[in-house]
């Protein structure tokens, strides 16, 4: 279970209770206004967590990148990753700011770090919880940073394969990181329906024996919803204030109204998958004797005679005498007259 202090109230991370994160990302395009916007936003669709991604440009991306095929026709394809991205950077102390206004507002303030340097910022400012971002699960020298701080860690395998996952998931022990909960993630914006693999989060489950969740990327709400009912204990989802924004991951992250529409479709799910006992619900108790069946008897019946298949039969209600009964009733004496459909009784 992983804990997180948030206004001087530890809350849980990982419970019986699906961890939802907002994933704000850079959709606050550089200007810290907005980034306040979407924490607000976040909790007013309520959600566990925001987060957003802590870089410093140069560090992360080389002149020579070149934009993914969704941030092209997403953005102005003249500029490179590099320019790009230095567009939607936040300094340091942004974020340390960002982290105290969710403090005061009671939500947990996460950030993906994508360099070392933003790793030991977030280290410094007290990020409990550190999110490993699919591509850097082949960086050796940023896993043994994350790893060596001995602090939670959600792990995203967007690109991967069970290899990878697995050497990524020893680096991280080696250096003495104990809690860990993988995301199954395909990082394609928008994730093509027939690419989302669910399944595949089952497996590393079983493969790890870890908590595993998602990092959603398709159009819409109802791939997080399923990857709940298949035992999901994170979700990541992006969102945005408006999808018509400038950017490169606008266009695939969710608008307020699909956020609150993804969190309350999550909760009903939580309280639908139950507890595994079967057994009546409260709820239905009072519907066993309305639907089930008693024996009775199918037509007048006198003192003396026996009771046999051509005079008893089973109705509503089931108050009497249960039709799994039936063969210990079969040839007993009558003891009383009945009328039709009166409830047999011994």
């Known amino acids: 279970m992983i804990f997180y202090k948030v206004g001087g109230v530890f809350l849980s ?9 907002a994933e704000a990302g850079v959709n606050h395009n550089g200007n810290i206004n907005l980034a306040y916007q979407l924490i607000d936003k976040a909790i007013e669709a309520g959600a566990d967590a925001i987060k957003f991604q802590t870089f410093k440009s140069n560090k ?7 934009k993914a095929e969704y941030q092209k026709v997403n953005t102005r394809n003249v500029e ?8 939607l950077e936040l300094p340091f102390e942004d974020f340390e700011n960002l982290k105290k206004y969710c403090n005061r507002k009671n939500i947990i303030f996460l950030s993906t770090p994508f360099d070392i340097d933003s790793i030991k910022f977030l280290n ?5 919880v550190f999110k490993i971002p699919s591509g850097e699960i082949t960086n050796l020298p940023y896993l043994n940073e994350i790893g060596k701080l001995k602090k939670k860690v959600i792990l995203s395998t967007g690109m991967s394969t069970l290899g990878e996952i697995e050497v990524a998931l020893n680096i991280l022990r080696e250096n003495g990181t104990k809690e860990i909960t993988i995301l199954h993630c ?13 399944r595949a989060m089952q497996t590393i489950k079983e493969a790890f024996k870890v908590e595993v969740g998602y990092s959603d990327h398709t159009l819409g709400i109802e791939v997080p919803i399923a990857a709940v009912a298949m035992g999901a204990s994170i979700i990541e989802k992006h969102f945005t204030l408006d999808k018509e924004m400038e950017g490169p991951d606008h266009s695939a992250s969710l608008e307020l109204h699909e956020l609150k529409e993804m969190v309350k479709a999550i909760r009903n799910i939580e309280k639908a998958l139950g507890n595994g006992i079967k057994k009546p619900s409260e709820s239905e108790l009072k519907n066993i004797e309305i639907a089930r069946k008693s024996i009775v008897a199918k037509c ?20 009497g005498i249960s039709p799994m009964r039936w063969d210990e009733i079969i040839g007993k004496i009558v003891i009383r007259d009945y009328g039709e459909d009166e409830l047999i009784e011994i």
């Not at 410094?124 to 409990?128: F, P, R, V």
Request: no cysteine.
């Open 124 to 128: 410094k400012i007290g990020l409990e």
């Open 186 to 198: 395909n990082t394609e914006y928008p994730t093509p329906m027939q690419d989302v693999n669910l």
């Open 300 to 319: 007048n019946i006198k003192k003396g005679e026996v009771f046999s298949e051509k005079n008893l039969t089973t109705k509503r209600p089931g108050k």
């Open 13 to 21: 991370l990982i419970t019986n209770s699906v961890f939802i994160i």
């Open 80 to 87: 490179s990753q590099l320019e790009m991205v230095r567009k």
């Open 60 to 66: 992360v991306i080389s002149k020579f990148a070149e």
